[in-house]
């Protein structure tokens, strides 16, 4: 008697190990996948909050236009949305400053200097501006931003003017 494996066994182990494979490849594709994604809206959060904070700091430390050569406040004013995607303001260094929507990319003017704040990697797709400035005056941000591997966040914040009197 011969010892050894039949051509149909053969078949059956070589499929089952064949559909093994598949099945691994499969899910580590899916894995890398879901990786990808969870790293792009990693950096879509990190790029988000850095924006907000950055922008948040600057209107927190606006002082009340002294002149009326700035952009399009009136003396006494702390902000202006001459637009529903901008804001400008004085800021605490004396420079009229200006956040504006541009090619979906938000940007800050001041000072006569003029920079992008969000990386060209990212999409602003809402950059809206509300401000009230009644006795304390106060600027309500709503982001909408999309990144890469189909990403997006929504974010809204509002941020209040620092009494720099006191200081």
Same mark, same amino acid.
């Given at each position: @008697?011969?010892?050894?494996?039949t051509l149909?066994?053969?078949? $059956? /182990? ?5 559909s093994?494979?598949?099945? /691994?490849?499969? /899910? ?17 959060l ?5 924006v @907000?904070?950055?922008?948040?700091r600057?209107?927190? @430390?606006?002082? +009340? ?5 700035c952009?399009?406040?009136?003396v ?5 949305n %001459? ?30 200097d003029?920079?992008?704040i969000t990386?060209p ?8 501006? /509300? ?5 304390? %005056?106060? $600027?309500?941000?709503?982001l ?8 997006s ?5 509002t $941020?209040? +003017? ?6």
């Amino acid at each position: @008697m011969k010892k050894g494996f039949t051509l149909i066994e053969a078949l $059956v /182990a070589v499929s089952i190990f064949v559909s093994l494979m598949i099945f /691994a490849s499969l /899910a580590f594709m899916s894995a890398i996948k879901a990786q990808r994604h969870n790293l792009a809206y990693q950096e879509l959060l990190d790029q988000t909050s850095y924006v @907000m904070e950055y922008m948040s700091r600057h209107l927190r @430390m606006a002082k +009340q236009a002294e002149d009326a050569d700035c952009y399009s406040l009136d003396v006494g004013d702390t902000y202006k949305n %001459p637009g529903n995607n901008s804001i400008e303001f004085y800021d605490q260094y004396n420079s009229c400053t200006k956040f504006f929507l541009e090619d979906n990319r938000l940007k800050k003017e001041s000072g006569g200097d003029e920079f992008f704040i969000t990386s060209p990697n990212l999409e602003v797709y809402r950059f809206e501006v /509300a401000v009230n400035d009644d006795h304390q %005056p106060r $600027v309500s941000i709503n982001l909408g931003i999309r990144g890469r591997a189909e990403t997006s966040i929504e974010i809204q914040t509002t $941020v209040s +003017q620092r009494d720099l009197k006191g200081i």
